[in-house]
């Protein structure tokens, strides 16, 4: 049996199986205990955790939490409001929408990791929300729709399905005329990095005209080790770049020195960063939530010009009429007709021609 599907049928989802690597709290035992919901991690992802530390960034988006409970700011039914599966137009549950030229493309509710921050936490965690992920009939509205040129798909996580299918869709998808990108977004590069088998480098290895780009998510430094950085490696030999969407966790990775080294050390594993993500309003997760504007005082304190600009992400919300970028200017400080005012990431300011149109 491949690595990858031993860790998948070792998965660790229960509390006996979870005391192997770590130390249970009162509290986290009495979660696990208490609470109804989808949890579980691979054996190589529970490994990283820190046995005597509840405040391990790992731990905290593994283990169930009562904090989960409670709920003020989430909104309710987030994932029909967030994909717009409650509007006039006719689409299989499988197809989300919020752009004109590209859509979402969900083909399973599995995942190698049940992260506790999930934006689709109510369809893969709390499995409240039941939708219907018939791959055919989404191949079918895709090819309908001449005016879809970017396909992500999506999850759950499609790199848990098994090669002939991610083959399937994959050559489904070059089939269709009007398609230039294919995109997929998949955890299994920071939880599962057995997961890139020659098998599946041979499905993605090939020149096309539909190139295929992965996005991976990357929340703390802790998670990026030399088998990440081998997997990675091992997708760009394939012509596969690698991109990274974070998500802003409280208590994770919202102090300067952590988000500095998160985006440092993705560079150092070929991870390129892309976005980071505020924490959506999902129900049951306000205890992972910092203010709005935290995001983009990070990269202004912890990027800009303190690190290379390839680390820089783009900050951003992710709502139902698509993502909002939410970097505000913090470096023109004034203009008249003659020059503009900058400062830099030292507080020093430079004057700079100010050209008409």
Same mark, same amino acid.
């Given at each position: ?20 690597? !770590? ?118 509205? &895709?090819? /309908? ?11 759950? /996580?499609?790199? &848990?399905?098994? /090669?002939?299918?991610?083959?399937? $869709? !994959? ?24 997961? &890139? ?14 190139? !295929?780009? !992965? ?40 102090? $300067? ?101």
């Amino acid at each position: 049996m491949e690595e990858w599907k031993e860790q998948m049928q070792n998965h660790v989802d229960t509390a006996e199986k979870l005391r192997r690597f !770590i130390n249970l709290t009162e509290g986290e035992e009495e979660a696990i205990a208490s609470m109804k919901t989808k949890w579980g991690t691979t054996p190589y992802f529970a490994s990283l955790m820190d046995p005597d530390d509840p405040t391990c960034p790992i731990r905290r988006q593994v283990i169930p939490s009562p904090l989960e409970l409670k709920n003020r700011y989430g909104i309710e039914n987030y994932l029909v409001w967030k994909e717009n599966r409650a509007t006039e137009e006719v689409r299989p549950d499988s197809i989300a929408r919020q752009y004109d030229d590209r859509i979402a493309f969900t083909v399973t509710d599995v995942c190698a990791n049940y992260c506790r921050h999930c934006f689709r936490k109510e369809l893969v965690v709390d499995r409240e929300l039941k939708l219907r992920f018939d791959v055919d009939e989404g191949l079918d509205w &895709i090819a /309908d729709h001449p005016e879809i040129r970017d396909v992500l798909i999506t999850g759950g /996580d499609p790199f &848990i399905l098994s /090669d002939e299918k991610i083959e399937y $869709v !994959i050559a489904k998808l070059r089939e269709i005329s009007h398609l230039e990108m294919i995109r997929f977004g998949t955890r299994t590069p920071i939880v599962l990095p057995q997961r &890139i088998t020659e098998g599946l480098k041979k499905i993605l290895k090939s020149y096309h005209r539909v190139p !295929i780009w !992965i996005n991976t998510q990357c929340n703390h430094p802790k998670e990026i080790t030399e088998e990440t950085a081998r997997a990675v490696y091992d997708l760009l030999t394939c012509g596969v770049n690698v991109g990274n969407q974070a998500v802003l966790l409280k208590g994770i990775n919202d102090d $300067v020195e952590t988000f500095r080294r998160l985006h440092q050390k993705l560079l150092t594993a070929r991870i390129r960063p892309y976005y980071v993500f505020y924490c959506e309003p999902v129900p049951g997760v306000d205890h992972f939530r910092t203010p709005v504007e935290k995001g983009a005082e990070l990269i202004r304190d912890a990027i800009r010009g303190h690190t290379t600009g390839l680390a820089q992400p783009m900050y951003v919300i992710a709502t139902n009429i698509g993502k909002i970028p939410l970097m505000p200017d913090y470096y023109i400080m004034g203009k008249d007709e003659k020059e503009y005012t900058l400062r830099n990431y030292k507080g020093q300011t430079t004057q700079w021609p100010n050209i008409p149109e």
